[in-house]
């Protein structure tokens, strides 16, 4: 169900947001995922819906709704961009918060992998499309929000992603730090943007950031309306 506000910056504005780690399956017992929780994806979703737009949130977790969010749960990396590449040439912009699997098992085997005691295991693992960086190749007016979530050199890998991406923002989130990222409820992040100096926000709930960063959004989005 899509509700629509009647006020706010971003009424008739549609958005995909993604939240959580993709679940790349091994066997029919196992998967391969990552610590993402999914509430800065939740996040967004609710900072948006907030600002009068609507939003599809693309999810692999199962937390409380935002009122009003179209949620559509996924497991894969490929799934996720399934569903993100149906819903993009109607979409205003992209927030791309999930936590995608870079690798994935190279064979799902049909029935459990049982042990063979005094071996090791070994899996092959292939790479998964990098979601927004494909829809980023067809982009036309869709404004594109990437995150990097680094453990050092933060700013450095952070440019080579906003590139990389094709985004018009990329949130670079330090996630070697107790108070931000992976699983907590604060958030301490980095702004990048072509052309312009980076900006950083100050430590704050996860609702909050996002929200900073959804005004952001819209002052680009409404910029000339
Ligand atoms: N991402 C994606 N598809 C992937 C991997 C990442 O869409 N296969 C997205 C993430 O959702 C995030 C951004 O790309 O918005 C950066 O993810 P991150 O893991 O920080 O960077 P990678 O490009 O995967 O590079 P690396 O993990 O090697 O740092
Ligand atoms: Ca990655």
């Given at each position: 169900?899509r509700?629509?506000?009647?006020s706010?910056?971003l009424q008739?504005?549609?958005f ?21 929780s999914?509430k ?8 948006l ?8 949130l693309?999810?692999?977790v199962?937390l ?5 969010a ?10 996720m ?13 992209v927030?791309?918060?999930a936590?995608?699997?870079?690798y994935?098992p190279?064979?799902?085997?049909d029935?459990?992998i ?5 071996a ?5 693992l292939?790479e ?11 982009k036309?007016?869709q ?9 050092n050199?933060?700013i450095a890998?952070?440019?080579?992603k ?9 949130i ?19 702004i990048l ?13 996860k609702?909050n950031v ?16």
């Open positions: 169900m509700l629509r506000q009647r706010g910056r008739g504005k549609h995909l947001v993604t939240a959580g780690g993709t679940r790349e399956e091994l066997d029919p017992v196992r998967y391969i995922t990552n610590r993402s999914g800065m994806g939740y996040a967004f979703a609710q900072a819906l907030e600002q009068g737009a609507s939003v599809d693309i999810s692999t199962d409380p709704v935002p009122v009003g179209n949620v559509i749960q996924v497991k894969s990396a490929e799934s961009l399934w569903a993100l590449q149906d819903r993009f040439d109607e979409a205003t912009g927030v791309m918060a936590a995608v699997a870079d994935r190279a064979h799902i085997a029935q459990k049982k042990k063979e005691s005094g090791p295991l070994i899996l092959k292939v998964n499309p990098d979601v927004i960086a494909s829809l980023g190749k067809f036309q007016h404004y594109i929000v990437a995150f990097a979530a680094e453990t050199d933060l890998h952070a440019q080579v906003l590139q990389k991406k094709n985004a018009d923002m990329l670079a989130n330090d996630v070697s730090q107790h108070d931000a990222g992976f699983g907590v409820d604060t958030n301490r992040v980095t943007k072509p052309g312009v100096a980076n900006e950083v926000l100050a430590l704050d709930s609702i996002a929200r900073e960063i959804v005004r952001r959004m819209a002052a680009d989005l409404t910029e000339g309306e």
